[in-house]
Every structure is written in structure tokens, then in C-alpha cells.
Nanobody, 127 residues
């Protein structure tokens, strides 16, 4: 059974930090690009950051550049998102996804292909 599970969310004050983790089972983790997405109430889900199979290539949406860092440990089948200097506008449900396709060309790389989603972890940033 394939599972993707996020953890690490919580309530933090503006300027604080959180580290999200995403563990997988039932799939060959190193064969998948991995991404973090988020969805705030009343808004569409958006891509936050993603990382290629080998961990060399990464992508960040503009609003988190310089504050968030994505990484992966293929030996532990785990994806991470270190979030620093959090802002109230970062408040959202954060989802992890394992993706089969990485698109080069400058835009969000995980626009196509199949994805396996986790259930999400809530991040709330108070002002």
C-alpha cells in the first residue's frame, strides 16, 4: 500500500520557524520528484517547492525564496521543508506529493504527470 504522510505542522508566531517532514512507503522514493504544495482557505492549491529525484535540482515559488529550503534523504524515504521567517500569509494546509514527471523550462516543474498525495499538515502563523 502506497502512503505519503506529512508531519511537523503547527502554530507559530510570525518570524518563527517550522520543519515539515514527509515520509513515504510502498513506493521507490528515489524514483520520484517530490513537492510541497499548500492551500489556504478560499484559495487554490499552489506549488511551494519541489526537488528532483537526485536532490540536485530544486524550485521555489517566489514568495518563499530565501525563507524555505527543501531537501530529501533518499536513504530514509523522507522529504523535508525547512521554513524560516514565517509570515501570516504562509498559513495553509501543506501537502506533500510524489510526482512522476519533472518539467524543465523555468516554470513550476510539477505541472503534469501523476502525483501521489499525502493528507496534509496544518501550518498556522500568527501575527
Amino acid at each position: 500500500q502506497v502512503q505519503v504522510m506529512e508531519s511537523g505542522g503547527g502554530l507559530v508566531q510570525a518570524g518563527g520557524s517550522l520543519r515539515l517532514s514527509c515520509t513515504t512507503s510502498g513506493l521507490t522514493f528515489r524514483n520520484y520528484a517530490m513537492g510541497w504544495f499548500r492551500q489556504a482557505p478560499g484559495k487554490e492549491r499552489e506549488g511551494v517547492s519541489c526537488i528532483k529525484w537526485n536532490g540536485v535540482s530544486t524550485f521555489y515559488t517566489d514568495s518563499v525564496k530565501g525563507r524555505f529550503t527543501i531537501s530529501r534523504d533518499n536513504a530514509k524515504n523522507t522529504l523535508y521543508l525547512q521554513m524560516n521567517n514565517l509570515k501570516p500569509e504562509d498559513t495553509a494546509m501543506y501537502y506533500c506529493a510524489a510526482a512522476t514527471t519533472w518539467v524543465n523550462g523555468g516554470g513550476w516543474p510539477l505541472t503534469t504527470g501523476d502525483k501521489i498525495w499525502g493528507q496534509g499538515t496544518q501550518v498556522t502563523v500568527s501575527s
